[in-house]
């Protein structure tokens, strides 16, 4: 009775199982991040019009390798994948969206369903492509921007529970309002540092959530192209998994720095990426 109520009590994780073949590595992957996390996984299936509630729950069925029947929901529905999911969604308090759970080519792009789910929910968004055998270390993006807390606090929470590294990345791309004060945007971290301006707060307040909660982490400044400096830092290092904040959608401050990279993030990386939105319950 207890483990039920304790079970039940769990913040949810939506996984969106499709009709194409299940990837393992990918299944094994998320519940890594779900079970770190300590989310309660909810599959869900989208049945295609005409098919048999049968085949829908065979296609469930064959996640029981991963998932004991006690560890997660079945849940099947009818309709538009899209449309269902993003209902599903508004029904209950999840706090994260999974998609990539079929296998696909490394080459692949991501498909279109996985990129209009990860830009319209209104929730974390975890894509996976191509995830790693082991979950050793992860890069946390930052705009230096309000809302970069909570991807920077999701990030840093999933060290610690992980017992991973952590390297949180800024790059320097222009000269907005935040750098007033700061000589050279050609300087170094360390020179940004010792600096008094909103750039070096935020840095620091990063890398004191670090300290504080235990994980090993660096900061890494870089100038450039935001998306083609993410990409760089990932082929310098080996991540298993890439966090960028994003806000709501459909909202105006959607146009900050973070809001426009993401979407250009999910056509071009082929790594692991949650895409961190506000939705800490009340």
């Known amino acids: 009775m207890d483990q039920s109520n304790n079970s039940e009590a769990k913040p949810l994780a939506l996984f969106g199982i499709g009709n194409r073949p299940l990837d393992e590595n990918a299944l ?20 295609k019009k005409g098919s048999s509630r049968a085949e ?45 759970s079929s296998f696909r080519e490394a080459d692949q792009p991501i498909p279109s369903l996985s ?58 791309s222009g000269a907005p309002a935040m750098y007033t004060g ?39 400044f870089r100038h450039g192209m935001v998306l083609e400096e993410i990409l760089r830092s990932c082929e310098m290092d080996v991540y298993d998994l890439v966090v960028i904040g994003a806000p709501l959608p459909l909202i105006r401050i959607e146009q900050l720095l973070m809001g426009r990279v993401a979407p250009k993030l999910l056509a071009s990386c082929k790594f692991p990426i949650v895409i961190v939105r506000n939705n800490r319950s009340s």
């Open 28 to 47: 094994a992957y998320s519940k890594t991040i779900t079970s770190t996390l300590g989310l309660r996984p909810v599959l869900l299936h989208v049945a």
């Open 56 to 100: 829908a729950e065979a296609i469930l069925d064959d996640i029981k390798d991963q998932f004991r029947e006690d560890e997660a929901d079945h849940l099947i529905l009818r309709g538009s994948p899209k449309a269902e999911i993003l209902r599903e969604l508004e029904r209950k308090n999840y706090r994260l969206l999974i998609v990539g």
């Open 115 to 172: 990129r209009e789910l990860a830009l319209r929910s209104k929730i974390s968004v975890l894509i996976v492509r191509n995830p790693p055998q082991r979950f050793q270390q992860i890069l946390i993006c930052t705009g230096a921007h309000t809302i970069s807390l909570d991807s920077i606090a999701w990030g840093i929470q999933l060290a610690k529970s992980a017992h991973v590294k952590a390297t949180i990345l800024h790059v320097a």
């Open 182 to 220: 700061l000589a050279a945007l050609e300087e170094g971290l360390s020179e940004v540092l010792e600096r008094d301006h909103t750039l070096a707060q935020h840095l620091r307040q990063s890398a004191s959530m670090a300290e504080e909660s235990g994980v090993e982490a660096r900061i890494e």
